[in-house]
Nanobody, 129 residues
């Protein structure tokens, strides 16, 4: 089961910060990621993290502003966060968390949406100018 939660307001002013989280349970999850989507556009990669060793990948548009911490509380429970700072109007989107249990790799970080079979329900983030 993959369930996304939002901490903080979903409507924030330009330059503000927001953290969203996503909890996954029931399997041993490896790569975890965040994607985002706006109406009429394809789902866009934002950030991803490996299960161990702290391998992180970021889209150029968010590098230096977003981070993707992760907590593996149990072998079959993982939570991934997206800490967003210096938010811009173009960050407005529905944010989806994604995870996979197939790779078996502690370091591998999938970057394509097709590599993730499990998805959260989506969290609306709106940055007001």
């Amino acid at each position: 089961q993959v369930q996304g939660e939002e901490s903080g307001r979903g409507l924030v002013p330009v330059g503000d910060s927001l953290r969203v989280s996503c909890a996954a349970s029931g399997l041993r999850f490896y790569g975890m990621a965040w994607f985002r989507q706006t109406p009429g556009a394809e789902r866009e990669f934002v950030a991803a993290i490996s299960r161990s060793f702290g391998v992180e990948k970021y889209a150029d548009s968010v590098r230096g502003r977003f981070t993707i911490p992760r907590d593996n509380a149990k072998d079959s429970e993982s939570t991934v966060y997206l800490q967003m700072t210096s938010l811009k109007p173009e960050d407005t989107a529905v944010y989806y968390c994604a995870t996979e249990s197939i790779s078996g790799s502690l370091r591998y970080v999938p970057l394509r949406a097709g590599e993730y079979p499990f998805w959260g329900q989506g969290i609306q983030v709106t940055v007001s100018s």
